[in-house]
Nanobody, 108 residues
Framework: QVRLEESGGGPVQAGGSLRLACTAS?????MGWYRQAPGKQREWIAS???????SYSDSVKGRFTILRTANRYTVFLQMDSLKPEDTGVYYC?????WGQGTQVTVSS
């Protein structure tokens, strides 16, 4: 089955930007981005499908953007105007497979 790896997380100031990458061992037909804040359940934040349909949760709409590569081995999540409440572990998922997550910490 496909293997996934997230990268690009790290510390960032409020108002700053990060670009996360989800890299797969095979091209993806669809995928989702999720995050989990401390003490909270995992939250869906964005999805992409091969037909380039994109969806975003209300909490990130207008600030986060999914960007795909042509071969679909890697999909990016461009995160702008970051807020402290965006802090958490970010995961990507495709076909029921999850990566290990990458930590995003937004300080005020």
């Amino acid at each position: 089955q496909v293997r996934l790896e997230e990268s690009g997380g790290g510390p960032v100031q409020a108002g700053g930007s990060l670009r996360l990458a989800c890299t797969a061992s095979d091209s993806m037909n669809s995928m989702g981005w999720y995050r989990q804040a401390p003490g909270k359940q995992r939250e869906w934040i964005a999805s992409w499908t091969r037909g380039d349909s994109k969806s975003y949760s209300d909490s990130v709409k207008g600030r986060f953007t999914i960007l795909r590569t042509a071969n679909r081995y890697t999909v990016f999540l461009q995160m702008d105007s970051l807020k402290p409440e965006d802090t958490g572990v970010y995961y990507c998922s495709t076909n029921g497979v999850w990566g290990q997550g990458t930590q995003v910490t937004v300080s005020s």
